[in-house]
């Protein structure tokens, strides 16, 4: 199993970031996939979920509204596209597989929102 981000960076409070996740090593459109981050000296916090076939999603109470998570099969990748970006946003990012993010994680990018 290899899951690999990429997307991450600095933005400015209000501003959009796009993540992806490349996957490989498994049945990527037979597996629920999820997003979860690490803000500097917290605990992981799961972000949003999405189901093998991309009919449902779930998210966090913190960032509904403003991030999307979706999956292109075809191309074994899953994203999270983000706006209304805030400080406490700040965090590392990982792509994971299975609903909540109970299997394996990617090595992570780095998200941060600062003036």
């Known amino acids: 199993v290899q899951l690999v981000e990429s997307g991450g960076g600095v933005v400015r409070p209000g501003g959009s970031l796009r993540l992806s996740c490349a996957a490989s090593g498994f049945t990527f459109g037979s597996e629920d996939m999820s997003w979860v981050r690490q803000g500097p000296g917290k605990g992981p916090e799961w972000v949003a979920s999405?189901?093998?076939?991309?009919?449902?999603?779930s998210y966090a109470e913190s960032v509904k509204g403003r991030f999307t998570i979706a999956r292109d099969n075809a191309e074994n990748t899953v994203f999270l596209q983000m706006d209304s970006l805030k400080p406490e946003d700040t965090a590392v990012y990982y792509c994971a597989r299975g609903w909540a993010g109970n299997d394996y994680w990617g090595q992570g990018t780095q998200v941060t929102v600062s003036s």
């Open positions: 999405i189901n093998s076939g991309g009919s449902t999603t």
